[in-house]
């Protein structure tokens, strides 16, 4: 978003040459994202402008969705950075034009129309657009793509790929995340706030779509990810400790007498024995169940702390989390401690996670406090398995003690809902409006290019986003507005306190007017603040509030003449 009272990126001219930043715009990050990722009838209806020689005619687009997904109340916009890495390359190839040439639906078209392809680039279109991690609603325009109809055509079907699936996962991330952690990130655990990392890469609908989930979970608030892949291209966080195979290949405590490690002054040291002395001193002091947790699993444990001292983080539930792999965990932390070690935790991937955490952190303060051992108080115990929204509100409501969630499967497949559903549609020809009729007011267009405010209370709450025509006036802070709801005759009143202008220029080579796109961990910080001052009303699960998107006075006549203009035409 940007304050309107903020200057404008410079309109200053560079005929037609490359700026540094056009420079650092890079290639998308999937190569199948060209041209020709698109669907058969943009380029149909391309070759139809231009044997019309209607081809160059001036048409204004907007990309918007109908309805919020989730059964909720607001949407995450995303995917824009990846839609301008798209728009700045765009390029057929050698190589496309013969594919096209050789197609059945068009291999009977003129050559010149091909080699009106082959020059083609986005050198005459503009576009604006939402800032990257910017909540959106129904029916505002998110991004608004002018220039000549056949180029804007052929930019639809790969703009909406670029921005639905990102804004889908980025919106269920966020839901994610305000279940585990709540609204204002007051929900604590052990005096911590539960961090969430992404583990969905191997569930996930292909390589795209688990980079693309691993990427825009961020936005959504996401703490890290798994994906090796996302963190090496888009200098995201990693985590990640080890699987139950790792526990199940280890059998006998003598695979692991060999291994040593350097202990605080610097000498080497055998580990299993080491552990072995701490078994039998926590068996004197606690009972004989210490004595026969699962060996393989201790061996397990013992070579993960030797391969990764400082990051010693284990899974416990292989076997009986309780009766094993806690007290095999516990055994070896205390003589990692003991060698200067700091271990990290456990992971929970089965069971009752709240019960099971509540008890596994029991143990924990019960031994910090019989073995003067402190920083047991403090691990970390992460949880997995199949977490969607409907558990972590759950696990808040009965109660658990688990600092960080790893979420995969619900998260990356959005699985509550398959898709966002945004749309591409023309509402402006030759600077007269265009729109699209019908009985079903939520499919009915608001004709004509728009520009689209955000309006807060003194509070800094977004109170409404307001509509208008591209020559209307501006709302004013401190002064009355008229708005209208889109087919509802009865206005209604505010008084801002604030206005933000939410389309911004992102693309416009003919002057150079570009803004830039935020990154992932700077539009992470911008949705976490957006969120905090929602009305709470929006996060509700049940009975949600509606956020009101409203239409200027004029912009609402003008929709009213358009639609009486189009009846009277028949």
């Known amino acids: 978003m940007v304050n ?118 986005c050198s005459e ?77 191997r569930r996930a609908q292909g390589p795209d779509g688990g980079l ?48 040593t490690l350097t202990n605080k002054n610097g000498g080497k040291v055998q580990l299993l024995p080491l552990v072995l002395e701490k078994r039998m001193k926590l068996g004197q002091l606690f009972g004989e169940g210490w004595l026969n947790t699962n060996k393989g699993e201790l061996a397990a444990f013992v070579a993960y702390a030797a391969a990764f001292p400082h990051g010693f983080l284990s899974l416990v539930d292989t076997y009986d989390t309780i009766h094993s792999g806690i007290k095999n ?51 970390t115990i992460v949880a997995s398995d199949s977490i969607n929204e409907k558990k972590l509100l759950s696990l808040n409501k009965n109660g658990h003690s688990i600092t960080a969630f790893g979420i995969g499967t619900h998260l990356v497949t959005c699985q509550a809902q398959p898709a966002l559903g945004c749309v591409f549609k023309l509402v402006e020809l030759n600077g007269k409006a265009r729109i699209k009729f019908s009985e079903d007011p939520i499919k009915t267009l608001i004709p004509g290019e728009k520009r689209v405010f955000r309006l807060y209370d003194e509070n800094g709450s977004p109170q409404m986003d307001y509509m208008t025509r591209i020559d209307d006036n501006v709302p ?43 990154g992932l961990m700077e539009a992470r910080e911008s949705v976490i603040s957006q969120i905090k001052h929602l009305d709470s009303g929006l996060l509700n699960d049940e009975n949600t509030v509606e956020y009101k998107v409203y239409l200027s006075q004029k912009l609402h006549q003008h929709l009213d003449e358009v639609q009486h203009e189009l009846r009277v035409r028949g």
């Open 125 to 201: 279109v503009c576009v604006k657009s939402v800032q990257q991690g910017t909540i959106v609603f129904p029916r505002e325009p998110l991004m608004i793509v002018s220039g000549p109809i056949l180029i804007c055509q052929l930019l639809e079907t790969t703009l909406l790929n670029l921005v639905n699936f990102p804004s889908l996962v980025a919106t269920n991330a966020a839901r994610l995340v305000i279940a585990a952690r709540g609204q204002f990130g007051t929900v604590k655990v052990n005096n911590q706030t539960p961090k969430c990392i992404e583990f969905g890469l």
């Open 212 to 259: 693309s989930a691993s990427k825009y979970c961020i936005v959504g608030g996401f703490d890290g990810t798994a994906n090796v892949q996302a963190g090496k291209l888009f200098g995201l966080p990693i985590s990640g400790t080890h699987a139950h195979a790792f526990v199940q290949s280890h059998c006998d405590l003598e695979d692991v007498n060999h291994l």
């Open 476 to 518: 004013q802070v401190g002064i009355e507005t008229t708005c209208f709801q889109p087919f509802k005759k009865d206005p209604v009143k505010i008084t801002p306190s604030k206005v933000d202008e939410l389309l911004i220029p992102i693309w416009d080579r003919s002057d150079g007017a570009k803004s830039r796109i935020i």
């Open 4 to 121: 309107i009272t903020i200057s404008q990126a410079s309109n200053k001219k560079h005929e037609g040459s490359m700026t540094e930043s056009d420079q650092s715009i890079h290639r998308p990050t999937n190569n199948l994202v060209t041209p020709l990722l698109t669907d058969l009838y943009q380029i149909t209806m391309g070759y139809g402008y231009w044997k019309s020689g209607r081809h160059k005619e001036h048409a204004v687009f907007e990309l918007f969705f109908r309805v919020n997904p989730f059964k909720g109340a607001y949407t995450i916009f995303a995917g824009v950075d990846e839609a301008l890495s798209f728009i700045h390359h765009f390029k057929f190839t050698k190589e496309d034009i013969d594919y096209l040439k050789e197609t059945p639906a068009l291999c009977n078209c003129e050559d010149e129309f091909f080699e009106y392809l082959a020059n083609l680039d």
């Open 329 to 379: 965990f516990i055994m070896v932390s205390l003589v990692l401690n003991d060698c200067g070690y700091s271990p990290i935790g456990i992971r929970l991937d089965s069971g009752d996670l709240g019960a099971l955490s509540l008890q596994c952190r029991e143990i924990f303060n019960d031994i910090s406090e019989k073995l003067e051992c402190p920083f047991f108080r403090d691990l």
